[in-house]
């Protein structure tokens, strides 16, 4: 599996890898709104064989610190299990640590997020639209920095819950 920077030529092959993932278009039209206003930080995919199998996205959060958000996560229901998913989250990690972020946010299933150090209850004192079990957060260097405040993740979400 080569994990690389998305490129221009990519675009339509993710969209409709994502949709296929998700079973409906939201998560593409979240794709489509983050990258028309410029709020993607990092945009990796993974390629198996020449073929896209896999797509991932961190996006600016307004946040007490430097915080990035991961979504969407994606991979092609043909390639499931195989540790794409497992890879691109990795990768986006460390993507997130270059770009000097202290943290990233995540709105998921805790059964698979957990596994990477993404916390729920480290995320709870935090307000957000998305509060709740399923919004997580991972400090990227130590102990953050304040675990109470309020973050906002990019307007291109609004809507899409
Ligand atoms: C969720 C997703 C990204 C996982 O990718 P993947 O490449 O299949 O995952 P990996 O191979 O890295 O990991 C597989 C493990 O994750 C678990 N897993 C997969 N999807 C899961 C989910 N939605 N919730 C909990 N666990 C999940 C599998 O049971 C497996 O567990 P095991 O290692 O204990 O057997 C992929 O299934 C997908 O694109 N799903 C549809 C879109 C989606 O839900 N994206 C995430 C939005 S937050």
Redesign the pocket.
């Known amino acids: 599996m080569l994990l690389r920077p998305e490129t221009p030529s990519d675009i339509r092959t993710i969209a409709a890898m994502t949709a296929a993932?998700?079973g409906d278009t939201s998560e593409v039209i979240l794709v489509e709104r983050l990258r028309a206003a410029g709020n993607v930080c990092a945009a990796i995919v993974a390629e198996e064989d020449g073929e896209l199998v896999?797509h991932v996205l961190l996006s600016v959060m307004s946040a007490p610190f430097m915080a990035l958000a991961l979504?969407?996560?994606?991979?092609h229901p043909l390639?499931?299990?195989?540790?794409?998913?497992?890879?691109l989250v990795r990768a986006a990690i460390a993507a997130a640590t270059e770009f000097g972020a202290t943290a990233i946010f995540?709105?998921?299933?805790p059964?698979?997020y957990t596994r990477f150090g993404f916390s729920a209850a480290l995320a709870d004192g935090f307000s957000s639209r998305y509060a709740g079990e399923n919004f997580m957060v991972l400090p990227l260097s130590g102990a953050l920095p304040v675990t109470t405040g309020e973050v906002r993740h990019a307007a291109a979400f609004w809507g899409l819950d």
């Open positions: 993932a998700f896999g979504a969407p996560l994606a991979v390639c499931e299990r195989r540790g794409i998913g497992a890879a995540v709105l998921g299933d059964d698979y």
